[in-house]
């Protein structure tokens, strides 16, 4: 079992940055994938970023096109923690994050390619 806490959610005006953490617990393997994915009123729930490792300390990010050079996906290894800067929010960004824990090697994009989910945290841009 994986346990995932995100925090880091708030209130930002349009234009602010936020930074995201997920802390993971319990059985975490050397290869992984780890995704944010984010739900906004009364839309699907969508990709964000992930980071994939296959054990080898080489690690390879992904990002919707939507968060493409404003969002930033990291991960800090000693502290299971991945994090998701977010930079230029924008009012569209409003949404509640989800950080999500899976296998390496399955598709990232993919919510049903996860295993554990986290309670997700609110980000709210204002305009």
């Known amino acids: 079992q994986v346990q995932l806490v995100e925090s880091g959610g708030g209130l930002v005006q349009a234009g602010g940055s936020l930074r995201l953490s997920c802390a993971a617990s319990g059985r975490t393997g050397r290869s992984y994938a780890m995704g944010w994915f984010r739900q906004a009123p009364g839309k699907e729930r969508e990709f964000v970023a992930a980071i994939t490792s296959s054990g080898d300390s080489i690690y390879y990010k992904y990002y919707a096109d939507s968060a493409k050079g404003r969002f930033t996906i990291s991960t800090d290894n000693a502290k299971n923690t991945v994090y998701l800067q977010m930079n230029s929010l924008k009012p569209e960004d409003t949404a509640v994050y989800y950080c999500?824990?899976?296998?390496?090697?399955?598709?990232?994009?993919?919510?049903?390619?996860?295993?554990?989910w986290g309670q997700g945290t609110q980000v709210t841009v204002s305009s």
């Open positions: 999500a824990a899976g296998l390496w090697g399955r598709t990232v994009t993919d919510s049903g390619s996860y295993d554990y």
